[in-house]
């Protein structure tokens, strides 16, 4: 078997971070500036699976996942095990998230929720109140149902780099630079970010984590189970009440995770699957894809199009008002949601010429905040079943205090001001009856995480444009309230003129949300060829193919 990974531009990504198992001295490497560079992609001959994400290291882990023979939950839950380690900003074991799943043989989709919930009880003494772990019980769960490979083995590449040292890549000191001075008045959270002289660690450093190392052999010997009972439950709980959080033993014994079915949009022969509420962001997405599928809406000039995507999305963003209750559920149904009466509802008043005013939308749309820090990935193995996941600590580095002796940092407390799953909605979509697989995408970036990903998903699902393509366009977004489109700098004069004489109030903004995304146009596996993986190249994620 040989095992192919042509990689492309990722100088402006990586830095000084391993590919391939190989450190590459890439920090000399310049950074892109004017238009939106070519996204990163893996060009092969004969596809056999990919996987991307938003950060290197973790992309190669679960690369070799699959070129040992594992499945797309097997890759999964390499990635997480590492992204635990080099990305604790967004997901470390103390996070939560949630996947959507398509399994090939059976042809069926579903979602997996493990979102890190509230504990029973928030003490008056604890100032930095945490959330329940979800992770790590829900990559077991997942393993479990889909998984081939040995789950000793998916967690070793973790833990050997928290033991012996991870390179800091450009995405973790990206997530560390705005909330550095904080975290560091943490001392455990110093003694692993911070370098001998107490300032913080700079790209391509090697940090190492001994205290999360221990974690993890314990949860690669006795499985994820064992994180939230017996010992280290009371070791946690103990922790993370002594850094001023909230959990106690019984908030662990009773996590579970839910199987739960997904949103469901069907499009000509196809059939997209979101992520269902309290992945709350799912919901707008699907309610976006039904409003722009529905009647050629998203056809036209690309002035057209972005008017419609900004429509949409406002459109969208006020029904989730009221639809999502305060723990992030829906009070619909999910079938409810994007069904035809429904759809007309939201689009009777749209204009294709004409923007229509926020405070003519029933519900008037409000503003609220959102918590932007999450990561996302999406992968496909050789069967064409995927899996695609947002994981979020509720805030960057969560609580920003680490659990004493654990090397865990806490997830935030969820609350209705934006911390918690509100902005997670990984999507898949795929053939059920002939059971191919077609595209899988996930997206981060708080309340432009939903748009983000329809700007791409549209795109392709809807116009037939190549994904790196979709993915390099300069994307809008109206998130309801304020009453403004914004756009990135790349849309051009004429079309920011458009939209302006067409009604909108317009704002440019630097960039919309980060995508991560996988097409096989023709699908797969039936024909691989077809197939492409991109990363967005607003951040410093890669894609990763494998052939055979």
């Avoid at 865990?408 to 909605?425: F, H, T, W």
């Avoid at 309340?447 to 795109?459: E, G």
Wanted: aromatic share 6%; charged share 20%; glycine share 10%.
């Amino acid at each position: 078997m040989r095992h192919i990974g042509q990689i492309r531009q990722i100088c402006a990504r990586v830095g000084a971070l391993g590919v391939l198992g190989l450190l590459l001295p890439l920090a000399a490497c310049g950074s892109p500036s004017g238009e939106i560079p070519q996204p990163r992609e893996t060009v092969i001959k004969r596809f056999a699976g990919a996987v991307v994400g938003d950060e290197p290291r973790a992309v190669v882990e679960a690369r070799n996942a699959l070129a040992q023979g594992g499945t797309a939950a097997d890759a999964a839950v390499a990635m997480f095990f590492t992204l635990a380690v080099v990305s604790p900003s967004s997901a470390s074991l103390g996070s939560g998230g949630t996947c959507v799943v398509f399994d090939a043989v059976t042809g069926k989709a579903e979602a997996l929720d493990f979102i890190a919930r509230a504990p029973a009880n928030v003490p008056a003494s604890a100032d930095r109140p945490s959330a329940v772990p979800g992770s790590p019980l829900g990559f077991w769960v997942l393993h479990t149902r889909y998984g081939k490979l040995s789950w000793s083995q998916l967690v070793t590449p973790g833990e050997r780099q928290a033991q012996f040292g991870a390179l800091a890549s450009r995405t973790f000191i990206a997530d560390l630079g705005p909330v550095v001075a904080p975290l560091l008045e943490d001392p455990e959270s110093r003694r692993v970010f911070a370098d001998k002289t107490g300032r913080p660690v700079g790209e391509g450093a090697n940090f190492v984590q001994s205290d999360l190392a221990r974690v993890m052999a314990a949860i690669r010997t006795g499985g994820a189970p064992d994180f939230y009972r017996g010992v280290m439950a009371r070791e946690l709980a103990a922790a993370a009440k002594a850094a001023g959080g909230s959990l106690e033993v019984s908030d662990l014994e009773a996590y579970r995770v839910e199987w739960r079915p997904t949103v469901q949009v069907k499009f000509g022969f196809r059939v997209a699957h979101f992520a269902p509420p309290p992945a709350a962001a799912g919901g707008v997405e699907a309610q976006m894809f039904a409003m722009l599928d529905d009647g050629g809406r998203f056809s036209g000039a690309s002035a057209d199009r972005l008017h419609a995507l900004a429509e949409t999305g406002m459109r969208a963003y006020a029904d989730r008002g009221r639809w999502m209750r305060e723990d992030y559920s829906s009070a619909d149904s999910l079938s409810a949601l994007v069904s035809s009466p429904t759809i007309d509802r939201l689009t009777r008043s749209f204009d294709r010429q004409r923007h229509t005013a926020s405070a003519n939308l029933s519900p008037v749309p409000t503003a609220r905040p959102e918590n932007p820090a999450a990561t996302s990935f999406s992968i496909v193995d050789r069967t064409g079943s995927a899996v695609s996941c947002a994981l979020t600590m509720n805030n960057s580095f969560g609580t920003g205090r680490m659990a004493r002796g654990t090397g865990i940092l806490m997830s935030a407390l969820p609350n209705a001001q934006g911390r918690g799953p509100v902005s997670l909605g990984p999507m898949l979509a795929m053939n059920e009856s002939s059971k191919q697989f077609f595209f899988a995408a996930g997206a981060s970036g708080g309340v432009a995480a939903p748009t983000a990903l329809m700007n791409v998903v549209a795109r392709t699902l809807i116009a037939d444009q190549p994904l790196d393509a979709a993915i390099r366009a300069p994307r809008v977004h109206h998130g309801g309230a304020p009453d403004i489109t914004y756009h990135e700098p790349e849309v051009s004069r004429d079309d920011v003129l458009q939209l302006t004489n067409r009604g909108h109030s317009v704002a440019a903004t630097p960039t919309l949300g980060l995508v991560n995304a996988i097409s096989c146009t023709d699908g797969m596996p039936r024909n691989p060829g077809a197939c492409t993986a991109v990363s967005d190249p607003r951040g410093h994620g890669i894609a990763l193919t494998i052939s055979e």
